[in-house]
């Protein structure tokens, strides 16, 4: 029973021949019909679990399970280790996703998730961004200029007509390598003091390594009233981005709930202050449109929707396509009752051995 | 960055390679060593957690993680699906199984466990069946004959001098068809009743896909007062293969105690009536010596550290003998602040549709 595998190879093949501005429009496109049609009587997502730790290095290895009840289930595994670009030329964040038939336990594919993460990633702040933001905004600011900043924009400028992107990292050659490297995404970047930044923006992204204890990563001393804030960074306990004074100021609308409580900014609000999941105010857009004329803050702490969306998309496309590695990585026995007959004829050596 | 990636046709070489028995006493060593060296300072296994569905079919999908501190951790994607052979032709068990570096995330491996599911559930009994099982035991019984029978008695079987085997299953068909599966293992077996099985054996290994609130699988009517019972199929919460009497007159060690306590036969115990678990009965030897006279259950839940050990010797003997595929898997980019960057050069079609 084949499996089929997504390399590096085969994820640049479908970049290449889509583009990157047509995969984002699809990825958004369906992660909104995928949010519309979500309900909790179909999918189950268990709030994510994993290893959290210090030593080598602090970092965290989670997994995070989707289950499309009676049909498949879908886990991302995903290791956030922030020191990997400065010691390992690495990402943050490196990642695989497999999908299994929920009939069988087959495994159905393999892929990675690096990218997709950081694309899916974007394509949520652009749905919550299109929900919560001022229509016309014209300015948008980046918190934190790495990776996950450059998908950020690139999902956000599919929405908005931006004029200019102020950009802000406590690494200054980070913000100097954005230019290049959003550079198709063609708009204008200004490196901007961090209290002009948040003053002038329309749209702000937080996407910070932010260390545990050291958040907020700015103050919301002066800001536009319908300032929209999607907060992507906080994954782990203890680690936040956005000043609890601008919390309490807006509605907060995390992506999953309890998951916000424990790792997202919600882990600084009360239970009453925390507002309607994303997936809510999508599926309810006109009881929720006063929201683009206050502060919102999307605290995004990445949810397995998300991740199944992006996988099937590249499915989809590599089937299309024709690309992948199909494996038969299972042994399955002819005989399902005999666990070696998978291996065929009886080896040789051990007929010699037998136990005595 | 490479992963190597072990499928069905590598697991067969080293099979074939090597030879069952020499296989499966490797394990035994590898396993018997990691458990003496086991601690918890070393060492953390989350209990496995999965979905638990009723439709479209019974079954389960679990992961099943563990974290050397430091080095690496090791997650089993473990499906469970007991209509697989009547409904599938396919094993009841499917299992893949991944290796990740803790200092980066990095995918190092990913490999076949359906097989080594079957072969570490085996040498886990006869760890345990060492320890607890009278040495000279000759008489080995089994309820339920199918996939993870075969595996019992071959680990058993390497460990104990066995006369014969006495076989009982619920489907007359299944014991009709262990003799041919068990053939390579060159031990006389003997479909038996119920009741004179469990009378007659030193020994009783249970494995059965026993429905949920159906069992126990056995009465324990008469029985050697050295019995001991190794039960292997207990792995869903309701469903039980031991009679609480007979648990109730034993010494119960289980794998996984907190494990066992949801999933295991120590659902029907309370909390003083369970013994150490299997690893700290290894770890002391001396202490536990008695446990030879007297009757003993092994509740084998399944425990993350026997698979970790499987795939560990199925990785080392893959590169032994130059086995594997090797696949860039990661989308690693050369610029770890650039989610595009492993794309190459701008592909054409985004340049043209830049956003408006």
Redesign the interface.
Known sequence: ?KSI?L???D??AI????????LMDELILRMTRAFEDYSTEKI?I?MR???Q?T???L?L?E?M?I?E??QK?T?K?????PH??NR?????????I?A?D??????IG?A?A??TT??RTGAASALASRLMAKPDSKTLGLIG????A??QLHAL??IF?FDRVLLHDSDFS?VQ??KE?AA???IETQPTQLDELVKQSDIVCTATSVEIGEGPVFDAKEYNPWLHVNAVGADFPGKVEVPEDFLKASYVSPDYREQAIKEGECQQLEDAEIGAELVEILQNPDEFKHLKDQPTVFDSTGWALEDQVALEMLLDMAKDFGLG?E??????????????????D??????N????
């Open positions: 029973m595998i390399a590096v190879d994820i640049r970049v290449k021949r889509v583009g990157r501005n047509a189950k268990p679990d994993g290893f730790y030593h080598p290095v970092g290895l997994w399970p289950m009840i009676g289930s886990i595994i995903v290791g956030y280790h990997n670009p390992h030329q690495l990402p943050t964040i490196i990642s695989t497999s299994f929920a009939s069988t336990g087959h495994l393999l990675d690096t990218f950081a694309l200029c790495g990776a996950q450059v998908t400028s599919r007509d980070v390598s954005f490297r198709f995404i063609g590695t494996l038969d990585l299972e042994s399955i026995s002819d005989d399902p009752h005999n666990p070696y007959s998978f291996v065929g009886e080896e040789s050596v051990s007929k051995q037998k136990a005595s």
